[in-house]
């Protein structure tokens, strides 16, 4: 909470104090406790990441970049001459070469090079229990939801396949290749729970699951900073859906090192140092 409102203070967004009785009559979905508080951000919103990806890449195309799909990545190495990058396609060569490869990215870096972890998160879609409208999103916003101490569920109105609820962190580590894909049903009762006792008129039938990948810091913030061991080779662990809202800004940071070799902001927060023995966060 103090994150949010320092946050917003900092950049100049509007946003209101929300005590328990306030948000019972501005949002009775919500199962607040008496000691509860809420910040609302009234432009808030959501992005629609197929969408938005689909646009960026489009774009690209059209100001010259060459998008060659379906050729993971099996290893990289700095040569005298450039980097090489090796796909079952063949070999590419390249004088500069950034690894953006979210959840893949520890076994592209290293654990020596950044300690990442990968986490699988299940997601949950709901049908209302009661009074559908009232989750529209119109009526019902975007939040996150900080339930115990340190523990967080986030969720989205009901749009296309019902009331989105999850669990922010908690999950099990994983590697992508080998993450677990199906949902249990001891998953589902447990999220339904939660559901029941906090906002229990989403409580309906399930309308699907589905699992993704967080790829973690030990931080749990960014990383954009140059390979410790060669400066022709860009780090960028963004962090899973929480740095696919940064993407155009993260994208711009990329570009301007790339060509320019600096930003012109500051990425001190972000280079790779502060995980350094005896280095602080």
Known sequence: MRGAIRSAETHGLSFERLDAAA?????????????????????????????????????AVQRGAELRRDQPVTSWRATHSGIEVETPRG????????????????????????????????????????????FAPERFPIWIWEHETDRYCYGFPALERGIKVARHHEGELCAPETARREVSDAEIAGMRAWVEQHLPDAAGALRGTATCLYTNTPDYDFVLDRHPAEERVLIVSACSGHGFKFANAIGEVIADLLIDRRSRFDLAPFRLARFAAGARG
């Open 91 to 134: 070999r590419e060569r390249a004088a500069q070469l950034v690894l953006a490869a979210g959840a893949w990215l520890p076994a592209l870096l290293g654990a020596d090079v950044l300690p990442l972890t990968v986490e699988r998160m299940v997601l949950y879609w709901f049908g209302a229990a009661r009074d559908p409208e009232s």
């Open 23 to 59: 948000m019972r009559a501005r949002f009775p979905q919500f199962a607040v406790r008496d000691s509860e508080v809420a910040v609302r951000e009234p432009r808030a919103g959501v992005l629609d990441p197929e969408a938005c990806v689909s646009a960026q890449l489009e774009r």
